[in-house]
């Protein structure tokens, strides 16, 4: 059930940051951006790691612990809030969505 993108060693359930995949790369409008960006610690009070991902990097959530509204709902406010953007993808064949930094 792990996508192909995602890093072998970490649990979807533990939102693993990992590359992004190739249908979120393709959102990214300068790719020379990929990999830059600030990042910042994470604090206990965070359900979702926006603060840790820089462009061109993901995380993963599994179905079962979340719902897509509140992802992209989390993603878009935070992104508010910091001037990142984010993409939140729905992977039917894994049973997973990615959120991606896109900007």
Not at 18 to 46: R, V
Not at 48 to 69: D, H, Q
Not at 85 to 103: G, H, L, N, P, S
């Amino acid at each position: 059930m792990d996508a192909p993108w995602k890093n072998e060693k970490a649990k979807i359930v533990n939102f693993p940051i990992c590359q992004s995949s190739p249908k979120a790369i393709a959102k990214i409008k300068d790719t020379s951006l990929i990999g830059t960006g600030e990042t910042e610690q994470l604090h206990s009070e965070n359900k979702y790691p926006f603060r840790l991902l820089k462009i061109g990097e993901s995380f993963t959530a599994s179905i079962s612990v979340t719902v897509r509204a509140n992802l992209a709902v989390c993603a878009a406010n935070y992104g508010k809030r910091t001037g990142k953007k984010f993409a939140v993808f729905y992977w039917k064949e894994y049973e997973c969505f990615e959120v991606a930094r896109i900007a």
